[in-house]
């Protein structure tokens, strides 16, 4: 069984920042790269960004390239989300994605790429 559980999220004014964590675990935990998700209320669930374990090559959603850096650990099979500029659309619940397949390159952006998801983590950005 893959756990992904994420943690970080909570109420941040507009403007300012917060880290989110993703930490993998599970006997038959095997992963190619990881992604980040979110979904705000009534809209489709959209890529954030995306990290190879091998490599790890980068990828990211135009809206939040040069604000979000994503990052892994893989002593701890953890992956990171930082959030800068945060802006007060960004509130949604952020997801965080496993995927064993290699080579994607920009079809990491892709939801039905991936294989196991986390419950989320509520980001609230006020203005």
């Known amino acids: 069984q893959v756990q992904l559980v994420e943690s970080g999220g909570g109420l941040v004014q507009a403007g300012g920042s917060l880290r989110l964590s993703c930490a993998a675990s599970g006997r038959s935990f095997t992963s190619a790269a990881m992604a980040w998700f979110r979904q705000a209320p009534g809209k489709e669930r959209e890529f954030v960004a995306a990290i190879t374990w091998s490599g790890g090559s980068t990828y990211y959603a135009d809206s939040v390239n040069g604000r979000f850096t994503i990052s892994r650990d893989s002593s701890k099979n953890t992956v990171y989300l930082r959030m800068n500029s945060l802006k007060p659309e960004e509130t949604a619940v952020y997801y965080c994605?496993?995927?064993?397949?290699?080579?994607?390159?920009?079809?990491?952006?892709?939801?039905?790429?991936?294989?196991?998801w986390g419950q989320g983590t509520q980001v609230t950005v006020s203005s």
């Open positions: 994605a496993s995927t064993r397949r290699t080579g994607l390159g920009r079809y990491y952006s892709l939801k039905s790429e991936y294989d196991y």
